[in-house]
């Protein structure tokens, strides 16, 4: 039988929507959630809503979404350094944003993906275990902060892991040492080979509860005292042999250049915050100006450390 232009697609489209439907009752039947037209929930403010998130409930339903979606997803855990596009993302991104048990055996830590880093770390400082104090102040998720071995004050994830708990894209569960992550400045392995953290065991020190805090609300002190408040991804760039991208960008003449909502910060100029109604497109014009008058001027090309969706 032959079919009219209208007709074959049609006929497609039918298709298509019977395969969305077993492949959500599949992921469904396997532990996950499913959420439609989700607002960006990246941490600018900015940015259209996400056709479908996948939200496994443990180890177990992230690796069966791995094997179920195949390459045809995104992964995302806090989304707090992700630029979310103006016009929606029209696509299937999972999150492992409910897979956050901790849990503590002797001096070692494991903790779930989707944990955040400060509720992480006032759980350890119950345990009276230290090491992630320097890390208190950034938002993200566990499983962020280690495949980007996130930093800050001099401390970096990968430091502190034993072993990290991945999945693969055909949803394989796969122990990986600190080194075999081949850990770098803002760096690992994990997004390379197509890994998912599912979890990680970390190696942590005793103190007690009182010093762990102490020393918690001190470099939280700093943080508020360098970084601007309000919405951000964080640090744009990333340092350049390890000098601040904002030194660069300063003296470059960029502090408190403005484009729409977006400004890049009169506090430190690493940082584009949203002062208001501020798009995706505003942020990229700012960000990509500042790495044009930075190479202009001093012959660096500036390297991002914001993820764009």
């Known amino acids: ?36 037209d989700v607002p960006a929930f990246g941490a600018f403010g900015s940015g259209g809503k996400v056709a479908k998130v996948v939200c496994p409930k443990d ?54 993906a989707g944990v955040r880093l400060p509720d992480l770390v006032k759980k350890c400082a119950k345990y009276g275990l230290s090491g992630l104090e320097q890390l208190s102040g ?24 034993a072993r990290v708990d991945a999945v693969t894209a055909e949803g394989e569960v796969v122990a990986l040492s600190r080194y075999a ?16 953290v599912l979890g990680a065991e970390l190696a942590l020190t005793p103190s007690s509860e009182r010093e762990i805090r102490t020393s918690v ?29 904002g030194y660069y960008i300063e003296r470059a003449g960029l502090k408190g250049e403005k484009k729409g909502g977006a400004e890049i910060s009169e ?6 915050v949203n002062s208001g109604g501020a798009t995706g497109a505003d942020f990229l014009y700012l960000a990509e100006l500042a790495r044009r008058r930075v190479f202009d001027k001093f012959g660096i090309t500036l390297e991002y450390e914001v993820i764009f969706l």
């Open 181 to 196: 992550l081949d850990p770098a400045y803002r760096h690992t392995c994990i997004a390379e080979k197509g890994l998912t």
């Open 267 to 272: 506090r430190h100029a690493n940082f584009i």
């Open 59 to 112: 180890g177990y339903a992230l690796s069966k979404a791995a094997k179920i979606l195949g390459g045809e997803k995104v992964v995302l855990g806090g989304a707090t350094n992700v630029l979310f596009p103006d016009g929606g993302f029209d696509g299937v991104a999972v999150t492992t944003g409910e897979i956050k048990d901790v849990f503590r055996k002797g001096n070692r830590v494991y903790c779930g």
């Open 1 to 36: 039988m032959n079919f009219c232009t209208k007709e074959k697609t049609r006929a497609y489209n039918i298709i298509m929507e019977k395969s969305e439907k077993s492949v959500e009752k599949e992921l469904v039947k396997n532990g996950c959630r499913i959420k439609y």
């Open 217 to 245: 609300e001190e470099y939280r002190k700093r943080r508020r005292n360098s970084q601007p408040a309000g919405r951000s991804l964080g640090s744009v760039f990333k340092r350049v042999d390890g000098i601040s991208a």
């Open 138 to 161: 950034i938002p993200g998720s566990a499983g962020g902060a280690i495949a980007m071995n996130a930093g800050a004050f001099g401390r970096e994830m990968a430091e502190l892991i």
